[in-house]
């Protein structure tokens, strides 16, 4: 820890069975005064990529769904061949007049080609500026043009038509590069994958360019540009994050040091499932470098709606996940308990054994639960309560099962996750372990350690960064992976760091004796009413996290007497409900969306709110959350809507985030007739 708290030496003395594990002393960590990173001799992006290809060549680095790429190698690649394909493709670049340093857009669904085309671009000493999928023309063409991208990779026949038609709108831009091998165009604008990787092996067989392949490669610095990552825009425009070479490596060390001292590292045995975008910092940092880095197998999702199916078809031993997941998980599971009484019954019982057992986890000092896999809890139970716990076990194991044979841990980030949830979890077995970071930051700067978790914080500053908290109570940081600049926007770089250099995140945080971060909320999202009374509208948002009834929250009431809220249904499962039951609704209203591979109701007409006591439920809901809440932050009035927040209708950013504006404006008349009661 980087903050020192003069409370006394807190000492966690766990032996792990099988695994020596040293006295934990959360107060004196062997980083405290200096990170190993700060006086290592750093690898950029390129060369981590470069030696362990070699190192680990006959290894199988990706296996994917080969329906899904036109039947390529089986679904299988190892890292070798990984490697001899990035380097056509890194030589097809530099045989068009792609030069150092340029910009090349990738606007993709996570691949294994969008692995390719990252590494290629890294081993040109390109650099990758990543934009999302799901965005419109005009947010990904302010994101081309803003970059000036010469280039631009993309899969799926809507998003190429949309920028081809738009293509005289990005005035720097030359190429589309479409990222199927088999792909051809009688358009000259336009190569696919498989034209670059035979242009750039044929290229290569001059002596003279493959020379300058390797010294291109070879010449890439830390302090060069690895890549650019915008930012939601969740109040405005995004901003273009440039993230460096050193921003990427130094990150990545500190993880491993981190993740190692824990008992929670990665290893080149291990499978990881890579279903969030990588156009996100979480997935390509925590999944996609993680693997790279150290020789891991990387398996690629159909899509986020076949996640169960790949968990069982991948079994890996680590993924990264947001807390909406966690969340439909537990309320399924629920769901499906409830279908019948004694199971109910049955599982309630385990679940009360387990709680009981769980606290057997935990260190009364610290308040942490050590969650290691090596922990004896069996053996530190009561003869009772270890009878009981082995008969509620074999039913937990059924449900980690769900997450495949191999499964060790999972990582969390993107928003808060309830304590509650992360309590039901470590209960049945499965770890989550939070963790905080921002693009800025290049992926987490606090974790949970596996061998001390704390629901209800996002774990130790670690990875590699320190932190100190404001007056203010921001949280502000610095070290491993923080960015230099955005892109263009001088003021916005400025204002974004104190005068000494640290970088102010943004959100306010409280931290407790032994360095455990909670996130209280992002700052400029803090509610002030007219009372003066300040209000964090997460908090009031966290307590419906698991509710199988309220899908979506809305808060308002900043300027305003009291609180009220924008609230979504839980729409696929009242219809699956309603159908199930014969409930009557009109049917041409609703809306339904499959491109996450599951199908997902996003609107309804307004005679569904008033079926099935909808409307008694929620009522309930709110009830209920109001009981946890001070009478200040209670929710005094709120509407139910009838169509889900959405990228499609504008209410949230790519990363699932609201954004407040034009949720504001869309629903302007609503709020008002709230405060007009």
């Known amino acids: 820890m980087f903050i020192y708290h003069s409370s006394g030496v807190i000492i966690l003395n766990e032996i792990k069975g099988g695994t020596f594990m040293p006295d934990i002393d959360i107060l004196n960590l062997p980083w405290k005064e200096k990170w190993a990173w700060e006086s290592t001799d750093l690898k950029t992006v390129t060369r981590h990529f470069v030696d362990n290809t070699k190192t680990f060549s006959s290894k199988a680095g990706q296996l994917f769904n080969e329906k899904l790429f036109n039947g390529d190698s089986n679904g299988k690649l190892t890292w070798g061949e990984v490697y001899a394909r990035v380097e056509d493709y890194a ?77 005289d709108k990005m005035p720097k831009l030359q190429k589309i590069i479409v990222m199927d091998r088999e792909y051809k165009s009688s358009d000259d604008r336009i190569i696919g994958l498989g034209e670059l990787e035979k242009m750039g092996s044929e290229w290569k067989k001059d002596s003279k360019n493959y020379n300058e392949y390797i010294a291109r490669r070879d010449g890439v610095t830390l302090d060069d540009i ?29 993880v491993s040091e981190f993740f190692d001292y824990f008992g929670m590292g990665f290893k080149e045995e291990y499978t990881t499932l890579c279903f969030l975008p990588l156009s996100h910092i979480f997935d390509r940092g925590s999944c996609q470098l993680a693997a790279i880095i150290c ?20 079994n890996p031993h680590w993924i990264n996940c947001v807390p909406r997941l966690y969340e439909k998980i537990y309320i399924q599971l629920n769901q499906k308990m409830g279908e019948s009484g004694l199971k109910k019954k049955m599982f309630d019982w385990a679940l009360k054994v387990g709680a009981q057992a769980y606290e057997y986890r935990k260190d009364p000092k610290t308040g942490t639960y050590n969650m290691g896999h090596d922990f004896d809890l069996i053996g530190k139970l009561p003869a009772g309560l270890k009878f009981k716990y082995k008969i509620a076990d074999k039913l937990f ?22 304590p509650d949830l992360l309590k039901f979890f470590f209960i049945i077995g499965i770890r989550v372990l939070e963790g905080y970071g921002s693009t800025e930051s290049f992926n987490a700067c606090t974790n949970t350690p596996l061998t001390a978790c704390k629901p209800g914080y996002v774990g130790l500053v670690s990875n590699g960064s320190r932190a100190r908290i404001s007056d203010i109570g ?59 009374k300040n209000v964090a509208p997460a908090k009031i948002e966290s307590l419906f996290a698991t509710s199988p009834y309220v899908e979506q ?67 309930q809901e709110v009830e209920n959350a109001n009981k946890e809440l001070e009478g200040f932050e209670q929710i005094k009035q709120y509407t139910i809507l009838t ?35």
Request: proline residues 3%.
């Open 91 to 167: 030589c097809g670049l530099m045989s068009i007049g792609f030069d150092r340093q340029e910009m090349a857009s990738i606007m993709a669904g996570s691949s294994p080609y969008w692995t390719h085309v990252d590494m290629a671009l890294a081993c040109a000493n390109g650099v990758s500026v990543t934009i999302y999928p799901t965005l419109s023309f005009k947010e990904a063409s302010y994101i081309v043009n803003d970059s000036g991208s010469k280039l631009i990779f993309l899969r799926g026949d809507d998003v190429l038509k949309m920028m081809l038609a738009g293509f």
């Open 226 to 254: 690895y890549t650019i990552l915008y930012t939601s825009g969740t109040t405005g425009q995004g901003k273009g994050v440039v993230l460096t070479h050193h921003n990427a490596s130094s990150r990545m060390h500190g």
């Open 295 to 314: 020789g891991a197998t990387i398996a690629y999702a159909d899509s986020p709606g076949t996640l169960l199916n790949d968990l069982q078809k991948y």
């Open 397 to 418: 194991a059924k449900v980690r099962a769900l997450f495949g044979k191999n499964f060790q841990h999972s990582f969390s980030a993107s928003a808060s996750i309830s």
């Open 474 to 532: 921001e949280l502000e940081i610095r070290g491993a992976g923080i960015f230099g600049k955005y892109l263009n926007k001088p003021e916005e770089t400025e204002s974004s760091f104190t005068p000494d250099g640290w970088f102010k995140t943004g959100d306010k945080v409280i931290m407790d004796e032994f360095g455990y971060v909670k996130i209280v909320d992002r700052i400029k999202s803090i509610i002030c009413l007219s009372s003066g």
């Open 553 to 619: 929250i809305f808060t308002i009431g900043d300027e305003r007497s009291v609180i009220s809220t924008l609230l979504v249904p839980s729409l696929t499962y009242f219809k699956e409900k309603f159908d199930a039951e014969g409930i009557e609704y009109n049917k041409s209203e609703v809306v339904i969306d499959n491109s996450a591979g599951t199908p997902i109701v996003c609107k309804v007409g307004a005679d569904f709110i008033e079926k099935g006591n909808i409307r008694g439920l929620i009522a």
């Open 643 to 677: 169509e889900r927040f959405t990228e499609q209708n504008g209410m949230l950013t790519p990363t699932q985030k609201t954004k407040k504006k034009n949720i504001l404006e869309t629903y302007s008349a609503q709020i008002e007739k709230m405060y007009d009661r």
